[in-house]
């Protein structure tokens, strides 16, 4: 069956260190990648994808995300982390055949310290 | 433009009701969808529609019904409320029809309790 792993429910870091965030997948063919976030009481927010090409992605507020098709992984990184990253964040992989078969992973609550 | 609204933001049922979550999005995107979020679990497709008058059942479909009669809306529709249809529901929409390279555009979600 085809899943997405975030292996962390939790990931806690203090404001000015880098930040890891993991996603593992399992899934046919070359998918694609995305990385969302959930501020509280908010709707998901796009934060970059990977489709082809380079396998370092840059995305919104800094941070960015490492494709290895090895590994099928896709982990989210930020060099410096802020407080106001603290928020919940989503894996999905999306099979090239179509939109529709879109998988989530279970999340990453991050918590960043001042 | 708006992107994404969902109506209510709240709601409180009994078991055996029955309501509608309205969606609706101005951005012209041919593809919607439903999801539910339940603590731990992600997001789970409920239906998705890649089209004004097509319509697809997803992951979790028991007990919903979806209907697409224009490219603007999607309501979302619960039979008859169990408890276990507590969740938050967040509509979606994609650029295009069945582009999966597009990233996703959220409501802000309906938190919804039946009890």
């Known amino acids: 069956a085809q899943s997405v792993a975030q292996p962390e429910d939790q990931v806690n870091v203090a404001e000015g260190n880098p930040l890891t965030v993991k996603c593992t997948y399992s899934?046919?063919?070359?998918?694609?990648l995305f990385w969302y976030v959930q501020y509280p009481n908010r709707g998901l927010q796009f934060l970059l994808k990977?489709?082809?090409?380079?396998?370092l992605v840059k995305g919104s507020y800094g941070f960015e995300a490492e494709f290895n098709k090895s590994q099928t992984s896709f982990h989210l990184k930020k060099p410096s982390a802020l407080v106001s990253d603290s928020a919940l964040y989503f894996c999905?992989?999306?099979?090239?055949?179509?939109?529709?078969?879109?998988?989530f992973g279970s999340g990453t609550r991050l918590s960043i310290r001042p | 433009n708006a992107g994404v609204t969902q109506t209510p933001k709240f709601q409180v049922l009994k078991t055996g009701q029955s309501m509608t979550l309205q969606c609706a999005q101005d951005?012209?995107?041919?593809?919607m969808s439903w999801y539910r979020q339940d603590p731990g679990m992600g997001l789970r497709l409920i239906h998705y529609?890649?089209?004004?008058?097509?319509?697809d059942q997803g992951e979790v479909p028991n007990g919903y019904n979806v209907s697409r009669s224009t490219t603007e809306d999607f309501p979302l529709r619960l039979l008859s409320a169990a408890p276990s249809q507590t969740s938050v529901y967040f509509c979606?929409?994609?650029?295009?029809?069945?582009?999966?390279?597009?990233?996703?555009?959220f409501g802000p979600g309906t938190r919804l309790t039946v009890l």
């Open positions: 990977y489709i082809t090409g380079d396998n």
């Open positions: 999905a992989v999306t099979p090239r055949s179509s939109a529709s078969k879109i998988i």
């Open positions: 529609s890649v089209g004004a008058g097509i319509t």
């Open positions: 899934v046919s063919g070359n998918p694609y």
């Open positions: 979606a929409s994609i650029l295009a029809g069945d582009s999966s390279y597009n990233e996703q555009f």
């Open positions: 951005m012209n995107h041919e593809y």
